[in-house]
Antibody, heavy 120, light 111 residues
Framework: QVQLVESGGDLVKPGGSLRLSCAASGFTFSNYYMTWIRQAPGEGLEWVSH????????YYADSVKGRFTISRDNAKNSLHLQMNSLRAEDTAVYYC?????????????WGQGSLVTVSS | QSALTQPASVSGSPGQSITISCTGTSSDIGGYIYVSWYQQHPGKVPKLIIYDVSYRPSGVSDRFSGSKSGNTASLIISGLQAEDEADYYC???????????FGTGTKVTVL
């Protein structure tokens, strides 16, 4: 079955850096776009970034552009999010999601999430 | 990068039908079929319940249905049950440098 397991969330000071990872299993990872979606405490969902299956097409939300970098390693079935210059407003649970699925806009499987807290 | 607009809350009695709206623009909902809906119970991971406006993933109850008219998409929950009490989010592809957007979210309460 499809599994997505995030890791790397932690407490970090403003201006600091953190790298999130998502280990994928149960499907052919290299065939799918992958996405990071976040949810601040008590708030709604926010699309953060996605990467196509080869890693050649990448998009970012305006709120993270220039500070976050998405990448993937198809040989290791892993997705990453390098987060630099972190701000208090980046505090959130970060979900790794499969998709958008080709020919559809859906994110059909989600990980359990990794909590990032930015605070001094 | 504004979110799609949803009502903050919708409520209904068991057995009733409710509709949650999701309003965007011609650059997102109005221009594409890539509208999805997600259900999130408190403390849980969001779950896909509708994709491409009106399709249900395998295993999702047929009490959930979706539609779209112009710049507004709708999620209809029929035969409301206690287990339907959750937050619901729409999402859409958007013709923009930031190609996906979520709605503001709607809390469904079963009275």
């Amino acid at each position: 079955q499809v599994q997505l397991v995030e890791s790397g969330g932690d407490l970090v000071k403003p201006g600091g850096s953190l790298r999130l990872s998502c280990a994928a299993s149960g499907f052919t990872f290299s065939n799918y776009y992958m996405t990071w979606i976040r949810q601040a405490p008590g708030e709604g969902l926010e699309w953060v970034s996605h990467i196509d299956n080869s890693g050649s097409a990448i998009y970012y939300a305006d709120s993270v552009k220039g500070r976050f970098t998405i990448s993937r390693d198809n040989a290791k079935n892993s997705l990453h999010l390098q987060m630099n210059s972190l701000r208090a407003e980046d505090t959130a649970v970060y979900y790794c999601a499969r998709g958008p699925v080709s020919g559809s806009g859906r994110f059909d499987y989600w990980g359990q999430g990794s909590l990032v807290t930015v605070s001094s | 990068q504004s979110a799609l607009t949803q009502p903050a809350s919708v409520s209904g009695s068991p057995g009733q039908s409710i509709t949650i709206s999701c309003t965007g623009t011609s650059s997102d909902i109005g221009g594409y079929i890539y509208v999805s809906w997600y259900q999130q119970h408190p403390g849980k991971v969001p779950k896909l319940i509708i994709y491409d406006v009106s399709y249900r993933p395998s295993g999702v109850s047929d009490r959930f249905s979706g539609s779209k008219s112009g710049n507004t998409a709708s999620l209809i929950i029929s035969g409301l049950q206690a287990e339907d009490e959750a937050d619901y989010y729409c999402s859409s592809f958007r013709r923009s440098s930031t190609p996906y957007v979520f709605g503001t979210g709607t809390k469904v309460t079963v009275l």
